[in-house]
């Protein structure tokens, strides 16, 4: 029979047993710091989602005023039409006169400057309120392109969160670090949306 080979498996035992203990606190670690920046992503994801949603807010708001500026507008010309169109018939009750070989009345020649004089400050009015329309237009698209910016930092965050789960459960760093990337992207674009 052979001799038995002693190997001191105490020792051998131990040593297996510390560089367990040693890899879970490592791995352990790098699960806390995923769950530390994923949690931070998060919050930014709900501070970009908020901004998303109010600037779109407001931007129909502004497009709603615009709209009811408009309709005040297109109002405004078709009084001033209105009034355009009345003095034509008092011109053109003037020329039936003349052509009658009469004078024409005295109020039709007044009535005629009081149209004209009244369409100037109705042609005034209207374009003030075309001005203002296109303002508040011009607000709401910049706020709409400010809206698209926070939204696109809502995905990228979004995407770096589902990275940072990932990366938990896997216990693999380079996803981590595909997660941190992405989410640098998202505050880029933040911050983007907050200079635009």
Do not use: C
């Not at 949690?39 to 930014?44: G, T």
């Not at 005023?65 to 010309?77: F, I, Y």
């Amino acid at each position: 029979m052979p001799e038995e080979i002693e190997i001191d498996t105490d020792k051998l035992r131990e040593t297996i047993d510390e560089e367990i203990e040693r890899e879970d606190k490592g791995s352990a670690r790098l699960v806390r710091w995923i769950a530390l920046t994923t949690a931070i992503l998060a919050a930014l994801a709900a501070i970009a989602s908020l901004e998303a949603g109010a600037t779109v807010n407001e931007a129909l708001v502004l497009k709603t005023e615009s709209t009811r500026l408009q309709s005040q507008a297109s109002d405004q010309w078709a009084y001033y039409q209105a009034k355009g169109i009345k003095a034509d018939v008092m011109q053109a009750s003037a020329s039936s006169f003349v052509a009658a070989g009469k004078t024409p009345p005295a109020n039709i020649a007044s009535q005629t400057a009081r149209y004209a004089a009244q369409q100037d400050s109705i042609r005034q009015e209207a374009k003030k309120l075309e001005a203002e329309r296109d303002a508040r237009s011009r607000e709401a698209d910049e706020l709409l392109e400010r809206h698209h910016h926070y939204a696109g930092a809502v995905a990228l965050f979004q995407v770096a969160i589902a990275l940072g789960a990932i990366a938990a459960l896997t216990r693999v760093r380079a996803v981590w670090i595909g997660s941190l990337l992405l989410g640098g992207a998202g505050i880029a674009m933040g911050l983007l949306a907050i200079v635009h």
